[in-house]
Nanobody, 127 residues
């Protein structure tokens, strides 16, 4: 499985960006999809996740109300709509996919639960 993340770029604070994560090699319609990010000098952190059927979504407090994750299983693609961006959102954003047997924020927010990772796309938010 290969994941290709795209859509990163530079935006001013308060602006919006939409990221995409396209899967290839096999269908991902039974996989939980997630986004993580890693800022320079910091550890990777969870941003959002969506269950295989889109029935549940999960966000950390830092993303709630501003970010929205969605997916289109017909296109084997997940999306992350980011609004009201802040300079502290600046990071490389990675998409991930995994066959998680259970859900819940504690499970979906752990990077080690995901088997497949994209190459990352840089998001820069200027003040």
């Amino acid at each position: 499985v290969q994941l290709q993340a795209s859509g990163g770029g530079m935006v001013q604070a308060g602006g919006s960006l939409s990221l995409s994560c396209a899967g290839s090699g096999r269908t991902l319609n039974r996989h939980t999809m997630a986004w993580f990010r890693q800022a320079l000098g910091k550890s990777r952190e969870f941003v959002a996740a969506i269950t295989w059927n889109g029935g549940s979504t999960y966000y950390p407090d830092s993303a709630k109300g501003r970010f929205t994750i969605s997916r289109d299983n017909a296109k084997n693609t997940a999306y992350l709509q980011m609004n009201s961006l802040k300079p502290e959102d600046t990071a490389v954003y990675y998409c991930a996919a995994g066959r998680l047997s259970v859900s819940g924020l504690t499970v979906v927010s752990r990077a080690e639960n995901y088997n497949y990772w994209g190459q990352g796309t840089l998001v820069t938010v200027s003040s």
